[in-house]
């Protein structure tokens, strides 16, 4: 395989994440059951403390919020979004990107003020105010906007060192007395606390890709999505049924995310969704893959793509 990339700054790279983000709003999500908080504790006003441990944060909110979450396939790479949502007089709302980048100051300034333009394009707001905050010494900006007929939101947006959060309060109407909306507003956007992420249930190549974020970024700079690469395969051993999954007839498509050495060989593989019967041996099938080395001016480098297996129910 041959790739060319030409070198591109990290504005572009920022800039083309947020385009394609506005550009796919109508993504489709997966909705998940309500959860209970992993921790709760009673405020005034019925206000609780919820926790969420994969999302790495603490906040206040008025009810039980509900949760869901999606894919973007951006360039040639796959963001996971989640969403913390309560509809009361206003929408509030917690969300978050996966967005592996570099940490450096300037990356991370770009990246706020493409997010910003993303947040203005969902709300379809127009910026009022625009002040600088830090929250454990991750930089983020404090938002208010006017929201065409629901009057004045408010949204805190903040880049950590893999993450993107947008924390935000949006009336659901217009005639709600604007001290009650700031008074909400404020002690939502201030109870947002960032904790120890748990990644146990993390999956191979989002770990590597956290870990190693300009394979991620080069990943996203290229805006011709690749298809599956089964077709690029030197070696693409079949995957294995289990006993287990022939006795009950489990069957479906897996695609497993892959990344690929200078060498060719598959040194991750995780698996997108599908059977739970058929992910393992789906994930260990992709390990076991050899493709031709991707060549970048000439030069040997490590690809992220896809690749599909069907299984039949025998």
């Known amino acids: 395989m041959k790739l060319?990339?030409?070198?591109?700054?990290?504005?572009?790279?920022?800039?083309?994440?947020?385009?394609?983000?506005?550009?796919?709003?109508?993504?489709?999500?997966?909705?998940?059951?309500?959860?209970?908080?992993?921790?709760?504790r009673e405020y005034s006003q019925d206000w609780k403390e919820f926790s969420s441990a994969s999302g790495g944060f603490s906040i206040l909110f008025p009810k039980v919020p509900n949760e869901s979450s999606g894919t973007l396939?951006?360039?040639?790479?796959?963001?996971?979004?989640?969403?913390?949502?309560?509809?009361?007089?206003?929408?509030?709302?917690?969300?978050?990107?996966?967005?592996?980048?570099?940490?450096?100051?300037?990356?991370?300034?770009?990246?706020?003020?493409?997010?910003?333009?993303?947040?203005?394009?969902?709300?379809?707001?127009?910026?009022?105010?625009?002040?600088?905050?830090?929250?454990?010494?991750?930089?983020?900006?404090?938002?208010e906007m006017s929201v065409p007929k629901r009057g004045k939101a408010k949204a805190l947006i903040l880049v950590t060192d893999t993450r993107l959060y947008e924390i935000s309060v949006v009336p659901e109407k217009r005639g709600i007395p604007d001290e009650d909306t700031r008074a909400a507003s404020t002690r939502f956007l201030e109870s947002f606390r960032l904790l120890a992420i748990d990644r146990s249930a993390e999956g191979e190549v989002d770990a590597y890709l956290r870990s190693n974020p300009e394979l991620a970024q080069r990943a996203i700079q290229n805006d011709k999505p690749k298809g599956l690469l089964n077709g690029k395969a030197v070696r693409l051993p079949p995957p294995e049924f289990s006993l287990l999954a022939r006795g009950v007839h489990a069957s479906g498509t897996i695609i497993v995310r892959i990344i690929i050495d200078v060498e060719g060989r598959v040194i991750a593989a995780q698996a997108v969704g599908g059977h739970p019967l058929l992910v393992s041996a789906a994930e260990a099938a992709a390990r076991k893959a050899l493709f031709t080395p991707t060549?970048?001016?000439?030069?040997?480098?490590?690809?992220?793509?896809?690749?599909?297996?069907?299984?039949i129910s025998r």
């Not at 800039?15 to 796919?24: G, H, K, M, P």
């Not at 951006?74 to 978050?96: A, E, P």
Request: with cysteine; proline share 2%.
């Open 4 to 40: 060319k990339i030409s070198e591109k700054r990290a504005l572009f790279f920022l800039s083309f994440v947020f385009i394609l983000l506005c550009a796919n709003l109508g993504f489709s999500t997966d909705k998940l059951a309500t959860k209970r908080p992993s921790t709760t």
């Open 73 to 143: 396939n951006i360039g040639q790479t796959i963001i996971n979004q989640h969403t913390f949502t309560v509809r009361d007089d206003s929408l509030y709302t917690v969300m978050y990107f996966d967005v592996p980048h570099l940490n450096d100051l300037k990356t991370k300034a770009d990246l706020l003020v493409g997010f910003r333009s993303f947040v203005l394009a969902t709300l379809k707001g127009e910026l009022i105010s625009d002040n600088s905050v830090s929250i454990e010494n991750n930089a983020g900006r404090l938002l």
């Open 295 to 311: 060549l970048e001016e000439g030069k040997p480098v490590k690809v992220l793509g896809k690749v599909q297996y069907n299984f």
